[in-house]
């Protein structure tokens, strides 16, 4: 069993559709919890990141983290076309040097 | 991509051959890594260093060597290029401190094919 896991999708949903993204691990000692962003032939980029339980938000996306489940969530409001691309999760604990990613799930946001 | 630059960007090879990537930083950041990223396997990390001269090993590390002799550079070899390795190769970076989120900034990638 993988320490991190993501559902590959792909994911299609129409323009305005309020999006889930989620992850689940096993380390309960994860503690930094992330999203990137991939879009396609480019690099991932950090989106946002939460610290251990709780909610927060950034415009239209709210990450979230439910630590007694081992879950966590992104949510996009208002999903608009240039939201499609690949999304990671990572974790870290405290102090950590490496990340542990999931696989990324692909979603298309369709005009 | 925050300062970091691959190079080639793209590279077909023969099989046996070695090859080297390059990741070059101007963020003066302390960890470097190599991660390569294959459908159905997300990102998986090659090898990391957290220093010159000072690396370590990923969860997929057989076949490739790397060396850091600055800080704005790290050069991942394959020493005998195999088709197993058709992948894309990132290189990341990181200014993590002892404790803090490990936020880790993308290169743009490096597509290789190994025929």
């Known amino acids: 069993q993988k320490e991190v896991e993501q559902d590959p999708g792909p994911l299609s949903v129409p323009e305005g559709a309020i999006v889930s993204l989620n992850c689940t691990y096993s380390n309960s000692a994860f503690q930094y919890f992330m999203w990137y962003r991939q879009y396609s032939r480019k690099g991932p980029e950090l989106l946002m990141y939460t610290y251990s339980s709780g909610n927060k938000e950034d415009g239209r996306f709210t990450a979230q983290v439910d630590k007694s489940s081992k879950y966590i969530s992104l949510f996009i409001r208002d999903s608009q076309p240039s939201d499609s691309a690949t999304y990671l999760c990572a974790m870290s604990v405290a102090g950590a040097q490496k990340l542990v990613f999931g696989q990324g799930t692909r979603l298309t946001i369709n005009p | 991509d925050a300062g970091i630059t691959q190079s080639p960007r793209h590279k077909v090879t023969e099989t046996g051959t070695p090859v080297t990537l390059r990741c070059h930083q101007t963020e003066n950041h302390r960890y470097m890594y190599w991660y390569r990223q294959d459908p159905g396997h997300g990102l998986r990390l090659i090898h990391y260093?957290?220093?010159?001269?000072?690396?370590d090993k990923g969860e997929v590390s057989d076949g490739y060597s790397v060396s850091r002799s600055k800080t704005e550079d790290f050069l991942l070899t394959l020493e005998s290029a195999t088709s197993s390795q058709t992948s894309v190769y990132f290189c990341?970076?990181?200014?993590?401190?002892?404790?803090?989120?490990?936020?880790?900034?993308f290169g743009p990638g490096t597509r290789l094919t190994v025929t």
């Open positions: 260093s957290y220093g010159v001269k000072d690396t």
């Open positions: 990341a970076i990181s200014s993590t401190g002892t404790s803090g989120p490990l936020e880790q900034y």
